[in-house]
């Protein structure tokens, strides 16, 4: 009988309590740190530092030092695949479906001719010269759903982008800057307001001539004539036909294209662009013609 | 009287509207020069009230930056005289600035400078660079082509290799097997000459078992004699057919 009250009472104080929250439940047992540290005889030993040493010293060993060990990180004297890392060019990777991303959101206007520059001013990209990038590398992803028709100026391009745009009736250029011309295309106006004239594009270096004078990669030193070639080719090759841009209203804008020593679309090399007064200052002195013209 | 004190802060055109009809005499206000002064007086005021205007607390360099304008007019630093300083007031704030814009361009030390720089960083043409380039790959491309051509030869020779290998070693198994034997053939006829089982590493088996072999020694011996006797003979008699036909 006895039993059987408890078991009554028990569960009758249990219908009247309130259920198990957050609210009402106990925190685990140490799992509140005392924000201090004890100074007293027992709690003011070592604080968890140790007796003598690095530890109680608190002066931490360089990352990777083993204690006068020979250092894990230095056993394996040489990691060849690194090798001239630090000089090898970098470009930034873009894909055609944020290409066209953009063209779709009009931060990019298909009427003009595309480069960099406007690449950069749609704000979607960035790169960074002082950091060996060397311009637009323009990928294969989303080049099924690729429809836009421009003129696009990059600095890499694999094969398949290549057919993607020409496929369109686009037409591509691939096109070294050296470093001091990308810091100009990526700011302009900041060159311009530092009172300058606008310098000459430097030539490519040797290791990446092949690739800006061949035609199979529309280099900007290619000759015209191959890359008309290479445009039929290519178009056999993927099976599709190409579209005939000599009939285009805008066949002008397709063809345009820089001076192999122009940075600026419009701009020669030597002028001086005001933009306060909005005037551009061209040289006449023969000394700085040819200068500009070399 | 009081309008007299007043008019000093007053613009006389101001009190000329406002006081103009008054029944009362008014003293006449002393006339003085009235084109010249009244010019001056009105710029003067202006400026007083521009600069009472003026309560951002700004320094007057960069109240000039903010108002668009050079901050100095005269160089207020060392580096407020040079060219770059110059290029960028020209740059910054155009013809308002003062400068001759022909300090934008570059002088002729200038270019001769960068041509020097830009003979050594850049030490080849496009066309050279073109023909480096073709010629290192026709290199690779042939090294390429040369250890191709001599796995591909060598690869026509390893059946025959791989054969030689096997028929040296298969010799070598067969002359092991044949030594062994003979041993054993030599063993089991000195057991036989003694009748009976003896142990191989008794002295009178020993004894017989080198007479033994030296015994067959010379029996190979005289076989391989022969051998060649018989190989001379042959020779001969091949010589003696060749000097007859030659004497035919």
Same mark, same amino acid.
């Given at each position: 009988?006895?039993?059987?009250?408890?078991?009554?009472?028990?569960?009758?104080?249990?219908?009247?309590?309130?259920?198990?929250?957050?609210?009402?439940?106990?925190?685990?047992?140490?799992?509140?740190?005392?924000?201090?540290?004890?100074?007293?005889?027992?709690?003011?030993?070592?604080?968890?530092?140790?007796?003598?040493?690095?530890?109680?010293?608190?002066?931490?060993?360089?990352?990777?030092?083993?204690?006068?060990?020979?250092?894990?990180?230095?056993?394996?004297?040489?990691?060849?695949?690194?090798?001239?890392?630090?000089?090898?060019?970098?470009?930034?990777?873009?894909?055609?479906?944020?290409?066209?991303?953009?063209?779709?959101?009009?931060?990019?206007?298909?009427?003009?001719?595309?480069?960099?520059?406007?690449?950069?001013?749609?704000?979607?990209?960035?790169?960074?010269?002082?950091?060996?990038?060397?311009?637009?590398?323009?990928?294969?992803?989303?080049?099924?759903?690729?429809?836009?028709?421009?003129?696009?100026?990059?600095?890499?391009?694999?094969?398949?982008?290549?057919?993607?745009?020409?496929?369109?009736?686009?037409?591509?250029?691939?096109?070294?800057?050296?470093?001091?011309?990308?810091?100009?295309?990526?700011?302009?106006?900041?060159?311009?307001?530092?009172?300058?004239?606008?310098?000459?594009?430097?030539?490519?270096?040797?290791?990446?001539?092949?690739?800006?004078?061949?035609?199979?990669?529309?280099?900007?030193?290619?000759?015209?004539?191959?890359?008309?070639?290479?445009?039929?080719?290519?178009?056999?090759?993927?099976?599709?036909?190409?579209?005939?841009?000599?009939?285009?209203?805008?066949?002008?804008?397709?063809?345009?294209?820089?001076?192999?020593?122009?940075?600026?679309?419009?701009?020669?090399?030597?002028?001086?662009?005001?933009?306060?007064?909005?005037?551009?200052?061209?040289?006449?002195?023969?000394?700085?013609?040819?200068?500009?013209?070399? | 009287?009081?309008?007299?004190?007043?008019?000093?802060?007053?613009?006389?055109?101001?009190?000329?509207?406002?006081?103009?009809?008054?029944?009362?005499?008014?003293?006449?206000?002393?006339?003085?020069?009235?084109?010249?002064?009244?010019?001056?007086?009105?710029?003067?005021?202006?400026?007083?009230?521009?600069?009472?205007?003026?309560?951002?607390?700004?320094?007057?360099?960069?109240?000039?930056?903010?108002?668009?304008?050079?901050?100095?007019?005269?160089?207020?630093?060392?580096?407020?005289?040079?060219?770059?300083?110059?290029?960028?007031?020209?740059?910054?704030?155009?013809?308002?600035?003062?400068?001759?814009?022909?300090?934008?361009?570059?002088?002729?030390?200038?270019?001769?400078?960068?041509?020097?720089?830009?003979?050594?960083?850049?030490?080849?043409?496009?066309?050279?660079?073109?023909?480096?380039?073709?010629?290192?790959?026709?290199?690779?491309?042939? @090294?390429?082509?040369? /250890? =191709?051509?001599?796995?591909?030869?060598?690869? *026509? %020779?390893? &059946?025959?290799?791989? $054969?030689? !290998?096997?028929?040296?070693?298969?010799?070598?198994?067969?002359?092991?097997?044949?030594?062994?034997?003979?041993?054993?053939?030599?063993?089991?006829?000195?057991?036989?000459?003694?009748?009976? @089982?003896?142990?191989? /590493? =008794?002295?009178?088996?020993?004894?017989?078992? *080198? %007479?033994? &072999?030296?015994?067959? $020694?010379? !029996?190979?011996?005289?076989?391989?004699?022969?051998?060649?006797?018989?190989?001379?003979?042959?020779?001969?008699?091949?010589?003696?057919?060749?000097?007859?036909?030659?004497?035919?």
């Amino acid at each position: 009988m006895g039993s059987r009250q408890i078991t009554e009472k028990s569960l009758s104080m249990l219908r009247s309590l309130p259920r198990i929250s957050l609210g009402n439940i106990r925190d685990n047992p140490n799992c509140k740190k005392n924000p201090k540290r004890g100074r007293a005889q027992h709690g003011g030993d070592k604080h968890g530092a140790g007796n003598k040493g690095s530890g109680q010293r608190q002066n931490f060993m360089r990352l990777g030092y083993e204690t006068g060990n020979n250092p894990f990180y230095l056993r394996v004297p040489q990691e060849h695949y690194y090798r001239g890392q630090h000089l090898r060019r970098e470009y930034p990777p873009l894909s055609l479906h944020q290409l066209q991303n953009m063209i779709d959101k009009d931060r990019l206007d298909v009427n003009q001719p595309i480069d960099i520059a406007s690449i950069v001013r749609s704000g979607i990209y960035n790169f960074f010269p002082d950091l060996k990038q060397f311009g637009v590398n323009l990928t294969d992803e989303g080049a099924d759903i690729f429809v836009a028709k421009v003129n696009i100026e990059v600095q890499w391009a694999s094969e398949q982008v290549i057919a993607a745009i020409e496929k369109n009736g686009g037409v591509i250029t691939t096109a070294y800057y050296d470093p001091h011309s990308l810091l100009l295309l990526k700011n302009p106006k900041k060159f311009f307001e530092s009172g300058q004239a606008i310098p000459r594009r430097m030539i490519p270096p040797p290791d990446a001539i092949e690739f800006y004078t061949s035609a199979k990669t529309r280099g900007y030193l290619a000759d015209p004539e191959e890359i008309s070639k290479e445009r039929l080719k290519l178009s056999q090759k993927y099976g599709y036909s190409l579209p005939n841009i000599e009939k285009e209203s805008n066949y002008e804008m397709l063809c345009e294209k820089k001076d192999p020593r122009q940075i600026f679309y419009g701009l020669e090399p030597g002028w001086v662009v005001n933009l306060k007064d909005e005037c551009i200052l061209k040289p006449k002195d023969q000394e700085l013609l040819q200068f500009y013209n070399s | 009287m009081s309008l007299c004190i007043r008019s000093k802060f007053i613009r006389p055109n101001l009190i000329g509207s406002l006081f103009r009809y008054s029944t009362t005499q008014i003293e006449p206000v002393e006339q003085i020069d009235p084109v010249v002064a009244d010019d001056e007086d009105i710029l003067a005021k202006e400026a007083a009230i521009e600069a009472k205007r003026n309560i951002s607390r700004l320094t007057p360099d960069h109240r000039n930056i903010v108002n668009g304008r050079r901050p100095y007019e005269e160089p207020k630093h060392i580096a407020h005289l040079t060219v770059k300083y110059n290029r960028k007031m020209y740059g910054k704030y155009g013809v308002a600035s003062g400068v001759n814009p022909s300090i934008c361009f570059p002088s002729k030390k200038d270019i001769e400078e960068r041509l020097e720089y830009e003979s050594v960083a850049y030490p080849f043409t496009i066309k050279q660079m073109i023909e480096m380039a073709e010629k290192r790959r026709k290199e690779q491309e042939q @090294k390429i082509q040369q /250890r =191709d051509r001599e796995v591909a030869a060598k690869f *026509a %020779k390893l &059946e025959q290799w791989k $054969k030689d !290998l096997l028929d040296k070693v298969a010799k070598k198994a067969a002359e092991a097997s044949a030594a062994k034997e003979k041993k054993e053939r030599l063993v089991e006829e000195v057991r036989r000459h003694f009748g009976f @089982k003896l142990d191989p /590493r =008794d002295e009178r088996f020993q004894e017989m078992l *080198a %007479k033994r &072999e030296k015994e067959q $020694k010379k !029996l190979e011996k005289q076989a391989r004699k022969e051998a060649k006797e018989k190989v001379m003979i042959a020779k001969l008699q091949q010589k003696n057919v060749e000097l007859g036909d030659t004497k035919k």
